[in-house]
C-alpha cells in the first residue's frame, strides 16, 4: 500500500456487507473523512487494529465468525491492542433493548440502528469528539465510563448532609 493515507481521523469500518461497508464509507467522505478502511469480518477487522492506529471503529453487530459485541469485549480486554480505548460505534438492523444494553455492557461508546442517514452518523463522531469519556476497568467491565453525564452535587448539599448525620 505505497499510496496509503493515514490521516488523524482514521476510521475502521467493520461490516459483514462490503455493499454496507461502503456506503458507509461515502457518508465518511461526505463528512470529510478521508482515512477510511474496511474489513468484512472479525478476523480481518482484529488483524487492522493490530496494524496500525484509529479514531473510531464502525462495526456491525452481526459480523461474520463473531459478532460485534464479542469481538468488543476482545478487543477491550487485549492489553497489547493500541487501539483498546477506541472509540466503538455498533450499528444493527434490528437491535432490541437487551442487545443495545449487551453492546453497551461489552464497552460499546454509541449505537446506531440501521438504516440510518450520514447526520446520524455525524450525531455520533461529533459526540464523540465533544464528550470524550474516560476509559474504565472494573471487575468484568472494560470501556468507556458509561454515564453520559457528571452530576456536581455540590458544596451545600454535603455540608447538610454532614450536619444531619451529626446532628
Known amino acids: 500500500m505505497a499510496n496509503e493515507e493515514i490521516t488523524k481521523h482514521g476510521v475502521l469500518v467493520a461490516d ?10 461515502v457518508m465518511l467522505r461526505s463528512l470529510g473523512r478521508k482515512d477510511i478502511r474496511e474489513a468484512y469480518d472479525a478476523s480481518r477487522t482484529l488483524t487492522e487494529l493490530n496494524r496500525r492506529a484509529f479514531d473510531v471503529l464502525i462495526i456491525n453487530d452481526a459480523l461474520d465468525s463473531m459478532d460485534g459485541v464479542a469481538l468488543t469485549r476482545k478487543l477491550r480486554a487485549s492489553l497489547d491492542c493500541q487501539n483498546r480505548h477506541i472509540p466503538i460505534i455498533m450499528m444493527s438492523a434490528a437491535p432490541d433493548a437487551k442487545r443495545i444494553a449487551d453492546a453497551r455492557d461489552a464497552g460499546v461508546t454509541e ?13 455520533r463522531l461529533t459526540s464523540i469528539e465533544n464528550n470524550p469519556r474516560g476509559f474504565i476497568e472494573a471487575g468484568q467491565y472494560k470501556g468507556p465510563d458509561r454515564r453520559r453525564r457528571v452530576i456536581d452535587v455540590g458544596d451545600e448539599r454535603r455540608e447538610r448532609d454532614t450536619e444531619s448525620k451529626a446532628g
Open 111 to 123: 449505537f446506531l440502528r440501521k438504516p440510518f442517514a450520514a447526520s446520524h452518523l455525524q450525531t
Open 16 to 25: 459483514h456487507s462490503p455493499h454496507m461497508a461502503a456506503l458507509v464509507g
